[in-house]
């Protein structure tokens, strides 16, 4: 069984643990709920999984810590390992979904937090691959993967009018290559951050994302919004904070010719064991994506 096979395996442990209801005897008789509810747990099942499974002893570490020294900052991975020869890097996103009904979250004895936010999701997705495929462009790894594990049905529902994404004031780019905002309100791009079942991969390339709350600029419900965003804008490139909305995703080292959720996408019912209620949730699913450089 390969590293890929490997971590579909352990994902579909951990969806399959997700997806069961609340109110099951396994909480009641040892106060422990197999649920995973953040980032960090799913970070340490897997590596704790291929540590038994590829029987790394030493050879598998968290937070790996990389030096990018073109942005002159510390990146990081979430779980490193070294197997077959090979440097193999491997980066997770946990989105949830969670119950934002106040009264009926106070009768879950567990709960996945609401997180939204899903136009960064997406984003965040294609950031992941994109410094995957720059790690191994600078021969920290030989092999990356992405998972992404979630129960927000946003991420793989296709929606209606993407296009049509009229939120705001946008980053732009001049002439000189110097980012500005939008002097009137515009479509920004969310609509190429598509994580849909079966999408291909670009691998060529992606446009730099260009709304601004990527890059956590402030003000676009300020008085006068153009002026407050722009100086924040200012504030960020003078910092050398401005990251994401400058740079092209790159993902010419990735494997998969398109998006593949795993498994089936549906709906179900969970319950507290402390209240008959009932809440619709969507069951969790995943992705994987697999890079590797081209020999």
């Keep these: 069984m390969n590293i890929k096979e490997q971590l579909t395996k352990i994902c579909e442990d951990i969806i399959k643990e997700n997806n069961k209801d609340f109110n099951n005897n396994e909480y009641e008789t040892t106060g422990i709920s197999n649920h995973i509810f953040d980032e960090k747990g799913v ?10 499974k590829l029987k790394l002893d030493n050879k598998l570490q968290f937070e790996r810590k990389i030096l990018n020294e073109i942005h002159q900052k510390k990146d ?23 119950i934002e009904d106040e009264k009926v979250k106070k009768n879950f004895n567990y709960y996945f937090s ?19 495929n720059d790690f191994i462009e600078r021969d920290e790894i030989d092999e990356g993967y992405q998972i992404f594990i979630t129960n927000d049905y946003t991420y793989w529902n296709e929606k209606k009018n993407r296009n049509a994404t009229m939120g ?21 791009n969310s609509h190429e951050f598509k994580m849909t079942h079966k999408t291909p991969f670009i691998k ?18 300020a008085k006068d919004p153009h002026t407050t965003i722009s100086e924040n804008l200012n504030k960020k490139i003078k910092n050398g904070k401005l ?4 740079q092209e995703i790159k993902l010419n ?33 995943f992705i994987i994506v697999e890079l590797k450089k081209e020999k």
Excluded at 243 to 246: A, I, M, R
């Design 43 to 52: 970070q340490m099942k897997i590596g704790l999984e291929l540590i038994n």
């Design 76 to 98: 990081y991975l979430d779980v490193f390992l070294f197997h077959n020869n090979k440097k193999i890097g491997i980066e997770l996103k946990f989105k949830t979904k969670g």
């Design 168 to 188: 705001g004031f946008i980053i732009k780019i001049n002439k000189e290559l110097k980012p500005y905002i939008s002097i009137e309100r515009e479509s920004n």
């Design 114 to 132: 609401n997180q939204g936010a899903g136009t960064n999701g997406q984003h965040s997705f294609f950031w992941d691959l994109h410094r995957l």
């Design 204 to 221: 060529d390339g992606m446009n730099p994302p260009n709304w601004i709350s990527v890059d956590n600029i402030k003000g676009q419900n």
């Design 253 to 285: 080292h990735v494997v998969d010719d398109d998006i593949l959720w795993k498994p089936e996408l549906a709906k179900k019912m969970i319950k507290s064991s402390k209240s008959s209620k009932t809440k619709k949730v969507s069951k969790f699913a």
């Design 243 to 246: 990251l994401y909305s400058t």
